[in-house]
């Protein structure tokens, strides 16, 4: 039988040994750099949602197309850089497509002509730090205010789900960065951000979708 | 047509959200465990190097089963008992390396008493963790799990996949064996590998 005694050493002794990791703050960091693959138990709904993401976008394709030919861009707008494209489609959705994330500011002004308030900006992870992305370890989007209770609403009748209503194909690291957005689901003194990532091989998608109060600062938008 | 799709590409953006959401979460699972299983493996090889190789590789083998694992009460417990096994999984390969550095042997004595007294004169945590190193792996299990997670007998009986009762005569012989280890700077006798509690198995 162990003394109480012998426990309480015990106890302070491991408590002593433990607490002199040394450089515990760094390892944390490179360990929380790695990407490793959670599995989501959506692997089948993932094939399934990647051939319906081919699809739409084919869909939508045609539908550009269509629109492109039959009412010389009376429906249909499209602005394309070599870094980013920006759709505008017949009944006002708005499609971006960022392969680089060259000009945000360009690329923002873009989206509020498009009739979106929205907030473009560039994610670091060595300026913004590992974790700098993810609003719910504190990460932040510079000059704006992130929505954390219609963050959450990742329901299917969530705002994020009507507001970013399409596939987003691509997300991984280097990959082309397709969002859509429903303008007319965003509800007044609500905008959307979006950060994309520059660290190739980061633990991230390339890039992270936000929504924000609305604000001059952050929107252009009134509050 | 396009709408009609549009309900499909909307159970995409669904699925999308979704997995970014669980992704997230695991990374939220990460952050907030890290720290105790780096310090788990830190007592448990001694090596701080060893130490983020059994998390990355723990983080690995939890991730797998993350589907699985983030519907369950205590995820964090569940990461920390994969730590132990692959600690005992390797324990073999381990306590050879450690036998190099510092080979020796001397036949099992101490008691609580004498087990505390030289647990209150340690004065030199190398000195702490190399005796600990020389404990076989369970007894190693079965002190930190006991006296730096704190946990109940019960939960490390469970962790181990041995009864309760194993547990404590393990705490007690392992005590006697630091304290040995402790006072006369001397590896422990190896005991049997086949005595109650000391078998090296991983579940």
Known sequence: VITSELENALRRTFTWAAADFENAEQAQERLLQRDYHPRTGNRRRASLAAALATAAAAITAAVLTLSSAGTHGGGTSTVRLAAWTVTKQPDGRVTVTIRQMLDPGRLQRQLRAFGVPANVSVYDAKRDGPKGWDYSAGGMVPSCHIDRGLMNSISPNGLMAKVFFGPHPGTGPGQPFTVWISPSAIPAGVGVALRVGVTPGHMLPSASIYLVKASPQCTGTGG | ?203
């Open chain 2, 1 to 203: 047509m396009y709408e009609g799709k549009g309900q499909a590409a909307r159970q995409v953006c669904m699925e999308w959200v979704g997995d970014v959401a669980v992704k997230r979460q695991f990374e939220r699972f990460a952050a907030e465990t890290s720290d105790l299983l780096l310090r788990t493996g830190y007592l448990m090889t001694g090596d701080a190097r060893d130490a983020e190789d059994l998390v990355q590789e723990t983080f690995l083998r939890v991730a797998r089963r993350w589907h699985k694992v983030r519907l369950m009460d205590h995820p964090a417990a569940y990461a920390r008992r994969v730590l132990i096994n692959l600690v005992l999984r390797d324990a073999d390969r381990r306590s050879r390396r450690k036998a190099e550095l510092r080979p020796g042997g001397i036949g099992l004595g101490g008691c609580d008493a004498g087990a505390a007294r030289a647990l209150r004169q340690v004065d030199d945590l190398a000195e702490f963790r190399w005796a600990l190193a020389q404990l076989p792996a369970r007894q190693r299990a079965v002190l930190v799990l006991r006296y730096w997670a704190d946990l109940p007998v019960a939960e490390v009986a469970g962790i181990l996949g041995c009864s309760e009762g194993t547990v404590t005569s393990t705490a007690s012989r392992a005590a006697a064996r630091l304290a040995q280890a402790l006072t006369y700077g001397e590896s422990p006798a190896p005991e049997s590998a086949t005595s109650a509690g000391e078998r090296e198995s991983a579940p």
